[in-house]
């Protein structure tokens, strides 16, 4: 009986009537939700609380430093928050509007024909196709089964696949694993069992990159030191808060060490990421991919459309009987390749054999990556036959020829090529029962199918990039180890037999040994999707960042376990929805742009940690130089504004912008805090100096004390972003050059006029830039140049000798 579906006029019915595909729910962050979460974050509110304290104490005192504190302060966190919320506003679009590239059709039933249409505009009661591969869309009932399994692990964790009969329920979320049929939608849109538990569980969440993990340890650290110096701070100094110097310096401390900065362009830095990425042709899933993909040790690939084209052609049929001729094999092929359910890649290059037109099919078991082959029942002019199609390596252990199939394998040098046996089943049994024991099939050979494939012309590109980073790269495939390795050997990569392991045998090793097994090997062949994810298990048991790539269901597993996830366009539906990212145009060519986009954004981050660090380092030697040794206290919360903005604000976004340096940075953590250790302390140590010379000119003020100290600050400072942005690839020094020098020429300019511009006096009044005097303007030059060659050239030092023990 043929399936009728919904007539158009009932389509633009449960249209009218909201019964239609359209879900609220997004893997992205509403905009609201977005909004929420940066005004109320962790450190607004503590900044918030710094702002009502100083306002109590203007309150209480009536000085306006106090107020301009506040004012100052606010703004600040009000500009912070604006760009942060921005800035992931931008990025969530970008991340949408991207995956709008990925087409998520369905097929339907309407009018007794099919069409095929966008997911989004399946209604409720609409009649959709699954074949293998494909993800269920809306919850349903299965209405037609072809021997259908249907995998629910994404939804309840359960790993063994389910077979659906008729009348049987299937979730949204699950996807079809072997066999097909169709389902009939019952629950579509938010009311949708995957859209349920996204709205409930909250998908967006993201797992965290390396880099992330390391951020957040910088983020609590710091934010524990600035509450233990806050507290040491009023326990040494009772009564303290009756002093308002001591109100602005513990209220300095606080906001200097909150480094919400640090986290805001951490943000913009990925969001420029995927921007960039997206220009050249891939799909980025999750914020953190393109970084996540720097950080990979280990990249494990499928063989066939990963590392070949999928474009599949019969190089030649090699018959193994007597009993067919060459034109009753090729027809019993091209009749196969017709009446089978699956409509794979192999199956389809058998379509140019003519098929029989008298044949029809009474059952079948289709493929599946687990067992690896199908066989179908067929009554041809009323006469029963069963023919089996699967892996030449498994068949041909249960052939009756098996030693006369290997004898013509071997003498026709058939091993460099995928392939397929092709034969009778002879037991007599009904698939029903052989369905129960696969491994008892009788088989009598028909032939050998040996298909080629195309390898990607770009292929190699990417694999010299692996190389060269020292990245460890395992072919995982379900084809024979020695096609493999003919592909492998096409393009330029040469594998050792003794670096090849099958899926049988590794299903021999045990948990101690597998370890070691995987590292010695580089091709894994006849792989079944479990050994594929027991591979990629352990590996990030043994915290090794791994990246798996593929197309194809028997990928999923894996792909869904590894830290890195890349799937290609022309894959099936289900393994690109688990992807992270996804390669349009199977464009494996990209993967050496993504992967130095990622080095771009760990190096980007570095460089700015390393100004925002290098700020907190010096507060931090400032604040217990002062509280033990009773050093001068320069600095208050407008103060560090001012050193913000010239020291790391404009310089961070000029960084974001440009920065070209895709080089790998080895340890990030190291080569941070060896830095900002440096250059803190020779900052802090040349603005003291500073200090000390200012004292022994007559005349002198506490104010042209704090002026000396903070304009040598500024001076180094920039000194300090030339030493961040120097290495020997970068490609905008000289605009770097250029920008330190504006920076300091602006700072000069305020520092150095009494204009009276109502702009320019308001500015310096309210950054407390008095005016430095022309007795110490000599003084202050001298120290911040002497300083800065001195930071520069011990930061050359540093980084080479940390270069050198890598």
């Given at each position: 009986m043929?399936?009728?579906?919904?007539?158009?006029n009932e389509?633009n019915?449960r249209i009218n009537k909201?019964?239609?595909n359209?879900?609220t729910?997004t893997?992205?962050k509403r905009?609201?939700?977005?909004?929420?979460?940066?005004?109320f974050?962790?450190?607004n509110?503590?900044?918030t609380s710094?702002?009502?304290?100083?306002?109590?104490f203007?309150i209480?005192?009536g000085d306006?430093r106090?107020?301009y504190d506040?004012?100052?302060t606010t703004?600040v966190i009000?500009l912070?928050?604006f760009?942060?919320v921005y800035?992931?506003i931008k990025a969530k679009?970008a991340?949408?509007k991207?995956?709008?590239?990925?087409?998520?059709e369905?097929?339907v039933?309407?009018?007794?024909?099919e069409s095929?249409?966008?997911?989004s505009d399946v209604v409720?009661?609409d009649i959709i196709?699954l074949?293998?591969?494909?993800q269920v869309i809306?919850?349903g009932?299965?209405i037609e089964s072809?021997?259908?399994?249907i995998?629910?692990?994404?939804?309840?964790g359960?790993?063994?696949p389910i077979?659906?009969?008729n009348?049987?329920?299937?979730l949204?979320?699950?996807?079809?694993?072997?066999g097909n049929?169709?389902?009939?939608?019952v629950?579509?849109g938010?009311n949708?069992?995957a859209?349920?538990?996204?709205?409930?569980?909250k998908?967006?969440k993201?797992?965290?990159?390396?880099?992330?993990v390391?951020?957040?340890?910088?983020?609590?650290?710091?934010?524990?030191?600035?509450?233990?110096l806050?507290i040491l701070?009023i326990?040494?100094?009772?009564?303290?808060?009756s002093?308002?110097?001591f109100?602005?310096r513990?209220?300095?401390v606080m906001?200097?060490?909150?480094p919400q900065?640090?986290?805001?362009?951490?943000?913009?830095?990925?969001?420029?990421?995927?921007y960039?990425?997206?220009?050249?042709?891939a799909i980025i899933q999750?914020l953190?991919?393109?970084?996540s993909f720097a950080?990979?040790?280990?990249?494990c690939?499928d063989?066939t459309?990963?590392?070949?084209q999928?474009k599949l052609?019969?190089?030649r049929?090699t018959p193994l009987?007597?009993k067919?001729t060459?034109n009753?094999i090729?027809?019993?092929?091209?009749?196969?390749?017709?009446?089978?359910s699956?409509?794979?890649a192999?199956?389809?290059?058998?379509e140019i054999?003519e098929p029989d037109n008298?044949?029809?099919?009474t059952d079948?078991?289709p493929?599946?990556?687990?067992?690896?082959m199908?066989l179908l029942?067929?009554s041809?002019n009323?006469?029963?036959?069963?023919?089996?199609f699967g892996?030449?390596d498994?068949?041909?252990e249960?052939?009756?020829?098996?030693?006369?199939a290997?004898e013509?394998?071997?003498?026709d040098g058939?091993?460099?090529?995928?392939?397929?046996?092709f034969?009778?089943?002879?037991?007599?049994r009904?698939?029903?029962?052989i369905?129960e024991?696969?491994?008892t099939?009788?088989i009598?050979?028909?032939?050998?199918?040996?298909?080629?494939?195309q390898v990607?012309?770009?292929v190699?590109d990417?694999?010299?990039?692996?190389?060269?980073n020292n990245?460890?790269?395992k072919i995982?495939?379900g084809?024979?180890a020695y096609a493999?390795?003919?592909?492998?050997k096409e393009?330029?990569?040469?594998?050792?037999d003794?670096?090849l392991?099958t899926g049988?045998?590794?299903?021999?090793?045990?948990?101690?040994?597998?370890?070691?097994?995987?590292?010695?090997k580089?091709?894994f062949?006849?792989?079944k999707?479990?050994h594929?994810?027991r591979?990629i298990?352990?590996?990030?048991?043994?915290?090794?960042y791994?990246?798996m790539?593929?197309d194809?269901?028997?990928?999923?597993?894996?792909?869904k376990?590894s830290?890195m996830?890349i799937?290609?366009?022309e894959?099936?539906?289900?393994?690109?929805e688990v992807?992270?990212?996804?390669?349009?145009?199977n464009?494996f060519?990209l993967?050496p742009?993504i992967f130095?986009?990622?080095?771009?954004?760990?190096?980007t981050?570095?460089?700015?940690?390393?100004?925002?660090?290098?700020?907190?380092?010096?507060v931090?030697y400032?604040t217990v130089?002062?509280?033990?040794?009773?050093?001068e206290f320069?600095l208050?919360p407008r103060?560090?504004?001012l050193?913000?903005i010239f020291?790391i604000g404009?310089?961070?976004f000029?960084?974001?912008?440009?920065n070209?340096n895709?080089?790998?940075?080895?340890?990030f953590?190291?080569e941070?805090?060896s830095?900002v250790?440096i250059s803190a302390?020779i900052?802090?140590g040349?603005?003291y100096i500073g200090q000390?010379?200012?004292?022994k000119?007559s005349?002198?003020?506490a104010?042209?004390i704090?002026?000396v100290?903070?304009s040598?600050m500024?001076?180094?400072?920039?000194?300090n972003?030339l030493?961040v942005?120097?290495?020997?690839?970068?490609?905008?020094?000289?605009?770097y050059?250029?920008?330190?020098?504006?920076?300091?020429?602006?700072?000069?300019?305020l520092?150095l006029?009494e204009?009276?511009?109502?702009?320019?006096?308001?500015?310096?009044?309210?950054y407390?830039i008095s005016f430095?005097q022309?007795?110490?303007?000599?003084l202050?030059a001298?120290i911040?140049?002497?300083?800065g060659v001195?930071?520069?050239a011990?930061q050359l030092f540093r980084?080479k000798?940390?270069?050198?023990k890598?």
């Open positions: 043929q399936l009728q579906g919904l007539t158009n389509v019915e909201g019964l239609i359209r879900s729910v893997k992205t905009i609201r939700e977005i909004i929420l979460e940066n005004v974050s962790v450190f509110l503590v900044i710094v702002i009502l304290f100083l306002l109590y203007y209480t005192s306006e106090l107020l506040t004012i100052g703004l009000s912070n928050t760009i942060a800035q992931e679009r991340l949408d991207v995956s709008l590239l990925l087409k998520k369905v097929k039933i309407r009018e007794g024909k095929i249409i966008d997911q409720a009661d196709a074949e293998r591969g494909d809306v919850d009932e299965v072809n021997k259908m399994e995998d629910e692990s994404l939804l309840t359960e790993s063994l077979n659906k009969q009348g049987d329920e299937i949204s979320g699950s996807f079809c694993v072997s049929g169709f389902y009939k939608a629950h579509v938010d949708s069992y859209n349920r538990i996204t709205q409930t569980a998908k967006f993201l797992n965290l990159s390396p880099l992330q390391k951020l957040n340890f910088i983020v609590k650290v710091l934010f524990s030191t600035a509450i233990f806050v701070e326990i040494r100094t009772p009564g303290g808060f002093d308002l110097d109100v602005r513990i209220s300095t906001l200097s060490l909150i900065g640090l986290v805001l362009m951490s943000s913009v830095t990925f969001a420029l990421g995927i960039r990425i997206s220009r050249i042709g999750k953190n991919a393109i970084e950080n990979v040790k280990i990249v690939t063989k459309g990963t590392l070949t999928n052609a019969v190089n049929i009987t007597g067919f060459v009753q090729e027809k019993l092929l091209g009749t196969y390749a017709k009446l089978s699956d409509k794979n192999t199956l389809r290059t058998l054999y008298n044949a029809a099919v079948e078991i493929f599946s990556s687990e067992n690896k199908s029942q067929l041809i009323n006469e029963q036959l069963t023919i089996i892996g030449y498994i068949l041909n249960r052939s009756v020829e098996k030693n006369k290997e013509i394998f071997e003498k058939l091993k460099i090529y995928r392939n397929l046996l034969g009778v089943e002879t037991s007599g009904s698939l029903k029962e369905e024991n696969l491994d099939v009788k009598e050979p028909l032939c050998i199918v040996s298909i080629t494939d990607r012309d770009d190699m990417a694999i010299n990039l692996f190389h060269k990245i460890e790269i995982l495939s084809d024979n493999i390795q003919a592909v492998a393009i330029g990569w040469d594998i050792k003794e670096e392991v049988s045998e590794i299903e021999q090793v045990n948990d101690t040994d597998i370890f070691r097994v995987i590292m010695q580089k091709i062949a006849r792989l999707p479990e594929k994810l591979i298990k352990t590996l990030r048991k043994e915290k090794i791994t990246a790539i593929g194809g269901v028997n990928d999923l597993p894996a792909i376990e830290d996830g799937a290609m366009e894959g099936s539906q289900i393994t690109k992807a992270d990212i996804v390669l349009l145009k464009k060519a993967l742009s130095d986009e990622g080095n771009k954004i760990v190096n981050v570095s460089s700015v940690a390393k100004l925002f660090l290098t700020k907190n380092f010096m931090i400032l130089l002062s509280m033990f040794f009773a050093f320069p208050t103060r560090v504004s050193i913000n020291s404009l310089p961070s000029i960084i974001a912008l440009r070209s895709v080089s790998k940075l080895t340890n953590t190291k941070l805090f830095f250790v302390a900052i802090v040349a603005s000390y010379y200012t004292e000119i005349g002198y003020t104010e042209d704090q002026m100290m903070l040598v500024i001076f180094i400072t920039s000194i972003f030493s942005v120097v290495h020997k690839n970068e490609k905008n020094m000289r605009l050059i250029l920008y330190a020098i504006g920076l300091v020429t602006l700072y000069s300019f520092a006029t204009s009276r511009f109502i702009l320019i006096s308001w500015i310096k009044t309210f407390e430095l022309n007795q110490y303007l000599g202050t001298a911040a140049v002497i300083s001195i930071l520069f011990l980084g000798f940390i270069s050198n890598q």
